[in-house]
């Protein structure tokens, strides 16, 4: 599963060194199923205390966190769906991705340049969404005319695909991010920009942040730069200072913000966290461990992460009945804790 990331904005809002800052304790990624990645994609750890709980319950010898990937995009500009600063280019690299991280600059400093001029982040984040719709609205506008001739053949599927693709049209020509269940077909169909779950990253200190009127929503505040700065430090070492950093929410909000959730499998070997998307089965939820897993499921053993710590573990759950025996259409929560059977 790619779960990926897009850390997008206008040039010099702070992209790369939030990349940076994220990526600085980058994971092992020996442990993880990935293809070659690529220097602008990252892989993070979520955050998870939990985690380090199920370990010194279950006594393991090592934890595993769940991961995302990070992608660090280059800045787009005002024209971009029509090619203005190779961005068309990097208009790709968003699509391929499943959500975004929305940088905005609030930070004042004379030497980083903006491209605009001055410093308005309601008018960058309008600039950005602008150009993501207008792509959509020329995605669009190719696909109906594409289709308009299967839609007249009165074949009832090509209508209603025609019809949805019509709607879509209508919501982008208002200006409105098709986000709504009615459209995620479309919009996965043909990878729509405007549809992703979008998370915005507001960069500056607090005295520089205060004066936006209308904030976006979901969104964190971050400093990028002293994150950066920061991030050479040990979580420990940050705390000794004071200084709490805001990356571990920004990282669990986007984790939330693309439906995601966490099962976990603690045993001797390792306590580990897997990831899967809401709404999963059991079955299905198994793939995340192996690809196998789905065909020879035969059932799973669960128990819940908070019954897990006060029983003290498999034998101690098993004893205070709290480990439930489920069937592959079990839907599984964030949190259980399971064992396979494969
Ligand atoms: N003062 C201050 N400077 C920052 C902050 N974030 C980034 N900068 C500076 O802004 C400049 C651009 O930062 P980058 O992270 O490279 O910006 P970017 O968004 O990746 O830029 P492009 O890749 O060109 O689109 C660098 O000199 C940073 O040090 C911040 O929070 N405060
Ligand atoms: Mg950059």
Request: with cysteine; charged share 25%.
């Amino acid at each position: 599963m790619n779960l990926s990331i897009g850390i997008v904005g206008l040039p010099n809002v702070g992209k790369s060194s939030l990349f940076q800052a994220l990526t600085r304790k980058q994971v092992d990624t020996s442990n993880y199923p990935f293809a070659t990645i690529d220097p602008n994609v990252g892989v993070v750890e979520v955050p998870d205390k939990r985690l380090t709980a199920l370990a010194q319950t279950a006594q393991s010898a090592r934890t595993v966190a769940a991961v995302v990937e990070f992608v660090d995009i280059a800045g787009l500009v005002s024209g971009a769906h029509k090619g203005e600063g190779l961005g068309n280019k990097f208009l790709q690299h968003i699509r391929e991705t499943q959500s975004v991280a929305h940088v905005v600059r609030a930070f004042h400093k004379n030497d980083v340049m903006h491209v605009a001029g001055t410093i308005s982040p309601e008018r960058d984040i309008d600039i950005i969404n602008t150009e993501l719709l207008l792509k959509d609205l020329e995605t669009a506008e190719h696909a109906l005319a594409r289709r308009e001739r299967e839609a007249r053949s009165g074949n009832a599927e090509a209508k209603k695909a025609y019809e949805q693709l019509l709607l879509l049209k209508a919501e982008l020509d208002a200006g409105k991010r098709p986000t709504e269940a009615s459209f995620a077909d479309v919009a996965k169909e043909f990878g729509l920009l405007s549809a992703k779950p979008m998370l915005y990253v507001i960069n500056g200190k607090p005295e520089e942040t205060k004066h936006i009127t209308v904030l976006p929503s979901p969104h964190v505040f971050i400093d990028i730069k002293e994150e950066l700065e920061m991030s050479a430090l040990s979580w420990q070492e940050q705390e000794e200072l004071g200084f709490h950093s805001q990356l571990p929410e920004l990282i669990r909000a986007a984790y939330r913000l693309l439906g995601l959730i966490t099962f976990f499998t603690a045993g001797e070997k390792e306590a580990r966290a897997w990831t899967i998307i809401q709404q999963t089965n059991a079955r299905a939820a198994g793939t995340a461990i192996h690809s196998d897993f789905e065909e020879k499921f035969i059932r799973a053993h669960i128990i819940s992460y908070e019954d897990f710590i006060s029983c003290g573990g498999w034998a101690g759950a098993r004893n205070h009945g709290k480990l439930r025996v489920e069937g592959r259409d079990y839907i599984v929560k964030d949190g259980d804790v399971i064992e396979f059977k494969i």
